[in-house]
């Protein structure tokens, strides 16, 4: 009985790996990659920006108390825009040293504010208000996550059409009366503009008298879904 038993189970594995081998042959076979895409421009409709100031003092006290006060002005002044978002960015203090006796000189310290709206408009008054006592060190534009997510939504059908019918196409010219679908694959990439670096004499939006908001140009970013997969011709 034990040997009868052996036999069967031997039986019903080499049964088993013959069905299983003679499925995988069936899945590879007539089995073509493909790939397609869709792609939008799409209008930048966020603004970012990161403005800073730099201080120096002989008392590492006396900086700290400098900053602050001028870090809490901003935060007070950006209440004013409710529709501009405003955060404390990194903030340092080090020591500066005299090149010949290497000397402890002064202390410097630096702080920053980041800005991130889609009113283009509140954004750069924000900032013209701000540049009193701030530096601007970048602005850029992107889009926001709302609309990205929005564009993806719609060209992941896009790209899902565009597939379907290159393996409709290819079924046709290879003679084939159709396809199933064996695997799929959604990508999405964004191509963004660079940083917009501006130099601390060229980065006035607006005077210190006057706060009239600079027109701007946020630019497009380009928002690509790749549809990449197989397919079994029947």
């Known amino acids: 009985m034990r040997y009868l038993t052996l036999s069967a189970l031997v039986l019903a594995s080499t049964f088993s790996a013959s069905a299983f081998a003679q499925q995988n042959e069936q899945l590879n076979y007539n089995v073509i990659n493909i790939q397609a895409e869709a792609a939008r421009q799409v209008s930048n409709d966020e603004m970012h920006a990161v403005l800073y100031i730099e201080k120096s003092n002989k008392q590492p006290a006396e900086l700290a108390s400098q900053i602050t006060q001028l870090m809490n002005q901003a935060m007070a002044l950006a209440k004013k825009y ?3 978002k405003v955060e404390t960015g990194s903030q340092t203090t080090y020591p500066v040293y005299d090149n010949d ?6 202390w410097r310290g630096r702080a920053e504010i980041q800005i991130e709206s889609t009113d283009f408009k509140a954004a750069s008054q924000l900032i013209g208000e701000l540049q009193q006592n701030f530096q601007t060190e970048s ?3 992107s889009v926001s996550d709302a609309q990205r997510k929005k564009v993806e939504n719609e060209l992941m059908v896009e790209a899902s059409k565009n597939f379907q019918q290159r393996a409709q196409m290819l079924s046709q010219s290879w003679n084939k009366s159709g396809y199933n679908l064996v695997n799929l694959n959604l990508n999405t ?5 660079q940083p917009v670096m501006m130099r601390a004499n060229m980065a006035k939006f607006s005077g210190a008298e ?6 701007v140009a946020a630019g497009e970013s380009k928002i ?3 549809a990449n997969g197989a397919i079994q011709f029947k």
Do not use: C, W
């Open 82 to 84: 409710p529709q501009v």
């Open 101 to 106: 006796s290497r000397k402890l000189k002064e």
């Open 139 to 141: 602005i850029n534009f």
């Open 189 to 193: 990439s964004s191509q963004y503009p």
């Open 210 to 215: 006057a706060v009239d908001a600079q027109n």
């Open 224 to 226: 690509t879904v790749n």
